[in-house]
């Protein structure tokens, strides 16, 4: 199977059409050609500086426009960091994510973001870092630290975005990911469902990712969590309409994987209210990543013995710490 980069809105609204059946299925045999089958790369994410972000995205409880509670944090300690990874590893993690409530990081900040990834790295753990927007010099000073991954969500369709987030643009989100690229870090991009868009814009959002040059190597798919104090929280937490469908949540994640066969597509923010019979369904849709733990960054998380007990049931089991590099290492070697 080619890897496309030319997807058009209709073809993929075509896919979003599909029987459910017949998505699953398309979704599932893509998925068994490019990836180990009953496999899941458990992931946990670390809030490593919380709240105080000066952005507006109307979605999250970090930013100062929010009034969710959350109180401003400076950046953690780089001992306390690597604790917590080490706490992770022993948990059964393979991927450390970290997530800092910037804008963009300062250049005094760097030095001791660059200690991070490299002391976590020496556990022998993928690192991935979500630090707001980046400069080239930047992104380059996290490759040279051996960064496995860089997360920097486009959120939803271009058309929507100016009304989720109005203190920068989509092309902006796009520069730093292509700073990203250049630098030769893996790139993680994403979005969140469930905000109130259609499925015109659930459309709009895979066709910016599955037409980039290069498609990302990671692609979470997060559900809206409603919290409180925050734009989206206030407008959409007593509108039970509002949230997203359970099985409009696994057709975007088939049509992503269909979209875009070789990335880890991984079922992020909203799993701890997912049945798991809708997340089994997301597995079978091609989803092979999820994120482990009590939390993420501000929000609850299933915790690590449930998911455990919950693989264990669906005969899934934890992927070894070089798989998740399959797909970028498969992609280079087709070009």
């Not at 860089?150 to 203190?167: A, L, M, V």
């Not at 809206?224 to 989206?232: E, I, Q």
């Not at 909203?270 to 990543?289: D, K, Y």
């Amino acid at each position: 199977m080619t890897v496309r980069t030319d997807w058009t809105r209709e073809q993929i609204a075509a896919l979003f059409d599909l029987p459910f059946d017949e998505l699953v299925y398309q979704a599932a045999t893509v998925h068994r050609a490019h990836h180990a089958v009953g496999e899941i790369q458990l992931c946990t994410l670390l809030s490593i500086k919380t709240g105080g972000c000066p952005e507006d995205c109307g979605y999250c409880s970090q930013s100062v426009k929010a009034d969710s509670g959350v109180e401003a944090t400076k950046l953690m300690d780089v001992q306390a960091v690597l604790q917590k990874a080490a706490q992770a590893a022993d948990a059964g993690s393979r991927r450390f994510c970290m997530g800092a409530a910037w804008r963009n990081p300062k250049d005094r900040d760097m030095p001791a973001i660059v200690e991070i990834v490299k002391g976590v790295r020496d556990m022998g753990m993928e690192t991935c870092m979500t630090l707001g927007m980046l400069t080239p010099k930047q992104a380059g000073m996290l490759a040279e630290a051996g960064l496995d991954y860089y997360n920097h969500n486009i959120d939803t369709s271009p058309e929507r975005y100016n009304e989720i987030i109005t203190t920068r643009t989509m092309e902006d989100r796009l520069e730093t990911l292509d700073h990203v690229r250049k630098a030769g870090i893996n790139v993680c991009s994403g979005g969140i469902v469930g905000m109130g868009e259609t499925r015109a814009d659930r459309v709009g959002f895979v066709h910016t990712l599955a037409t980039l040059e290069q498609h990302p190597e990671s692609v979470p798919v997060n559900a809206l969590v409603p919290v409180k104090g925050t734009v989206l929280g206030d407008m959409l937490a007593d509108t039970p309409l509002a949230k997203i469908d359970d099985i409009e949540f696994v057709r975007t994640i088939a049509v992503a994987r269909i979209t875009m066969p070789m990335s880890m597509v991984r079922l992020s923010a909203g799993r701890e209210s997912m049945s798991e019979a809708t997340q089994a369904l997301c597995f079978m849709a091609g989803a092979n990543s999820i994120f482990t733990g009590d939390k993420l960054l501000t929000a609850a998380n299933a915790g690590d013995d449930k998911d455990a007990a919950m693989l264990a049931k669906l005969g899934l089991v934890p992927m070894e710490a070089e798989e998740p590099l399959r797909a970028c290492k498969a992609l280079e070697a087709a070009e």
